[in-house]
């Protein structure tokens, strides 16, 4: 599967001396993308973690396909509010928030707060009365590709007295876990899910009763991997509701980010250089004019392996590290994952990373070396 | 020793209320650092980082103090012309440049630039005819906390052959290495430069001399652990220059850049949220306000360690992971470190982390999760 779209395709071939690096971001993607997991997932509402591309154009098509939105930062919330949404359409699920930062959340509608801790409880039943909150789990995060196992969530039992807590400070209650971004297996939400009708059951014998269960993300982009698809997903995770959640009714919510936006975009490069080290060695380094600075952190360890394709391919290939543009060392992007590129690659040539349209422009760099932040273009039919 | 100043310790009691998190410099220790640094290496020319801070006033301050620039790209050439700096002050050390940048670069006035390989030689030679190119050698970076050991530099073999062909094209021809970030072990310095030695040894049986070397940086920080003086490694250079390049003078530069500007800053962050994952483990979670994305990318792999001040020190202490505030499992500062923080460490309380002017505010996402890039504040005498 190669996605570039024809959209993307027509934008790079009509600006050939666009700067590079640039993103472009085909909104057609991002909606069918939304429809298609919408229509799997059923009843359960989508919120869409803006962190994983907070371009306005994206947000207005979520909301315009009836959507909702996961919120880390009081500034996520100001762009989903530009896009047109109202407060109550907004998660705020990152676990630890300032205090003001949450009495900021609640003054403009937000109700729906995710906590792992009795320290950020507090804050919550100080700052958002009346709002429900819920307490995340930890999860593994075993077969996610970017996991997210130890610094959110807490024990299960500890979830139990954490909610009956809450529950006692009047507050509506809910439960969140998070599978591990990239996640390609789709039974995690199995295990998951046990754990949390686990302590649904110790709850419901105090008569609380959950209000939400948020499943989360997890769902992957077409990275270099089989992906299973969304209707894979949604039968693991409504099997496993009707498991361990049987006979109660908690509104679902997920919180799908990469799987809506990463295959939207494809990233536009320069090779600056083709090098080698010595004489002795048969791989080349192929440094490009993007690294783990500039938009790639996700390449970090190499956890995430973009797609890469040149105007040189179908010739003969080699091997390759492939090198970001700045003085350090650790802005490499791929040593150890066998890369091969074609052997005619030379310093001016324009490649193309694909599924980078999540989590890249908004971690790139302010200007590290002096190099300017990613850039996005933006095509596809608007809402 | 605790790095922070009077002039910094002013501006941080002085605005209670500025919103976290931030970074002060103060220039009078940049200043200080400087002519240490100046005073011990002697005949050295001092040719500051731009990358490591590329903050207006530090620049006009190392060119009030008679100091030269290395740059990464030709944005941190503009910033040095802006700040007064002829473009014969400038060297190019980026190793991987785009042809237009060489070209930019050197109808600045730029005449010194770092290659590593054929490819960067052919560019050099194309685009900055008359120009002085050093080449790079590989050093192991060993005893550094942030190697440079395997992206950027050439064996020595490879060295010969690329100065030869730079010579035959009618370039000046010079030779650099880079010890490593961060190098506790000044006798790294002799190791380099007797691999420069063999090289110079080579090119002088075919009649080419070397006319500059490039001593790199690599001069320490204080974090966590004792550092030589500047003496030291002076000394340590001197000596491996008797007697590596015994009978040769060539012209002598280093790139100073953490060592300048890293204890000169203070970086201000709010705890967020203090934590705990279940009730059988001691260690708490700290959040603060600032992580991997917003400016402390160097914490990664925990590989610089930074001292933490806080406003509860005296009172009893408990181990700590330290994590930042972003959605991301990867946005943990300190987990295998063996932190330890006060046991009565509160979310709301302004801790410091020391020794952060290098390699911070450029680190910094443009807004990751909705949190805005690192802000920086400058005190100190200025030039």
């Known amino acids: 599967m190669n996605a570039t779209t024809d959209s993307i395709r027509e934008f790079i071939e009509g600006n050939p001396d666009l700067?590079?690096?640039?993103?472009?971001?085909?909104l057609d993607i991002v909606g069918a993308r939304y429809q298609?997991?919408?229509?799997?997932?059923?009843?359960?509402?989508?919120?869409?973690?803006?962190?994983?591309?907070?371009?306005?154009?994206?947000?207005?098509l979520v909301l315009a396909k009836g959507g909702n939105f996961d919120v880390a930062?009081?500034?996520?919330i100001d762009l989903c509010l530009a896009a047109g949404a109202r407060g109550e359409q907004i998660s705020y699920g990152n676990t630890a928030k300032k205090a003001r930062d949450i009495a900021y959340a609640y003054e403009r509608g937000v109700r729906l707060f995710t906590f792992d801790s009795l320290g950020e409880l507090d804050k919550l039943v100080a700052h958002a009365p009346g709002a429900t909150v819920m307490c995340r789990v930890l999860c593994g995060g075993a077969g996610a590709d970017w996991p997210l196992s130890r610094k959110?969530?807490?024990?299960?039992?500890?979830?139990?007295?954490?909610?009956?807590?809450?529950?006692?400070?009047?507050?509506?209650?809910?439960?969140?876990?998070?599978?591990?971004s990239q996640q390609r297996h789709p039974e995690a939400f199995d295990v998951a899910l046990a754990e949390i009708g686990w302590v649904a059951s110790e709850l419901a014998a105090d008569g609380i009763e959950l209000a939400v269960v948020n499943v989360g993300g997890g769902f992957p982009a077409q990275y270099h991997e089989?992906?299973?698809?969304?209707?894979?997903?949604?039968?693991?995770i409504h099997?496993?509701?009707?498991?361990h959640l049987a006979g109660r009714s908690p509104r679902l919510i997920a919180e799908p980010g990469r799987y809506l936006v990463g295959d939207a975009g494809v990233l536009v490069s320069e090779v600056v250089l083709v090098s080698?080290?010595?004489?002795?060695?048969?791989?080349?380094?192929?440094?490009v004019?993007?690294?783990?600075?500039?938009?790639?952190?996700?390449?970090?360890?190499?956890?995430?392996?973009?797609?890469?394709?040149?105007?040189?391919?179908?010739?003969?290939?080699?091997p390759v590290v492939i090198a970001g543009p700045s003085c350090d060392s650790m802005d490499v992007l791929y040593d150890k994952s066998d890369y091969h590129l074609p052997l005619a690659l030379s310093p001016g040539d324009k490649v193309m990373l694909h599924s980078t349209g999540a989590y890249t422009t908004t971690y790139s760099s302010v200007g590290f070396n002096g190099f300017a932040p990613l850039r996005a273009h933006i095509v596809g039919d608007r809402p």
């Not at 099997?239 to 498991?243: D, E, K, L, N, P």
């Not at 600075?293 to 390449?299: K, M, Q, R, T």
Request: net charge negative; with cysteine; hydrophobic share 40%.
């Open 152 to 180: 959110f969530g807490c024990e299960p039992p500890m979830a139990v007295e954490l909610l009956r807590a809450a529950s006692r400070a009047g507050v509506a209650v809910g439960m969140a876990f998070h599978v591990g």
């Open 239 to 243: 099997c496993a509701i009707g498991t």
């Open 36 to 60: 298609s997991l919408a229509d799997a997932l059923g009843d359960v509402a989508l919120h869409y973690a803006v962190k994983a591309n907070p371009a306005p154009e994206i947000l207005s």
């Open 73 to 76: 930062s009081p500034h996520e």
């Open 19 to 26: 700067e590079t690096p640039y993103l472009v971001v085909d």
């Open 226 to 236: 089989a992906i299973p698809s969304p209707g894979e997903y949604a039968q693991a």
């Open 276 to 287: 080698s080290k010595s004489s002795m060695e048969e791989r080349r380094w192929v440094t």
């Open 289 to 318: 004019d993007i690294g783990v600075f500039g938009g790639l952190a996700e390449a970090l360890d190499e956890a995430i392996r973009y797609r890469i394709s040149t105007p040189r391919d179908g010739g003969p290939t080699g």
